[in-house]
């Protein structure tokens, strides 16, 4: 057998077994400094995504490959004797462009229908944007009056937007994730 039909048959074997997963997850990385407050009668949440991205990430992101990043907010109720229950859940996705001319970081935020753009001219400071969401609203207070805990789950993941020479089309059943932090669980909200 020809070497190259052998590689490409091997890492086609690696990607449907998963052996490539472990690469595709920064250990270190983690929601942290999760916050839940009421503002003007509304559930709003804060959280950082703590840890470094892959070297890989940021230079693939240079040379023109967007990077979408979502973060995944869900309202939990907890239940005896069975799974807790989704409430209510809302997804605020970024997607990070660099401007190869320009030299500058198109970041464009959507949520919850509407989306707008920030345009960053330093490296760090869209690190510092994306890796982060602040006093996003979740749900109304109103649903604090139950006599149930309730608590927020975050969760973030960061994708490649396209892959080169339409593998998206070849392999659309695997998910090529640069990053997938594990949920990260808030304290019980107070009842109102």
Sequence with gaps: MDKAI????LTLFMLFCGGGT???HAADARISDLKTEVVQGQIVVSAVMSG?????????????IPK?????IVLMQKRRNWFDEELHAVTVHYAVRFDLLKKIYQVVTTFDGHQSEAIYHRFEEMKTAVSSITRIPLAPDDVLAASRRRY????????TTRLPLYLDHLLFFIPFLELDTEWSRSEDLPHK
Excluded: A, I, P
């Design 22 to 24: 472990s690469v595709l």
């Design 6 to 9: 052998y590689r490409y048959c």
């Design 68 to 72: 979408d990043t979502y973060y995944y």
């Design 52 to 64: 470094e991205f892959r070297e890989e990430t940021w230079t693939d992101l240079h040379n023109g």
């Design 152 to 159: 927020v789950r975050v969760k973030m993941q960061m994708q």
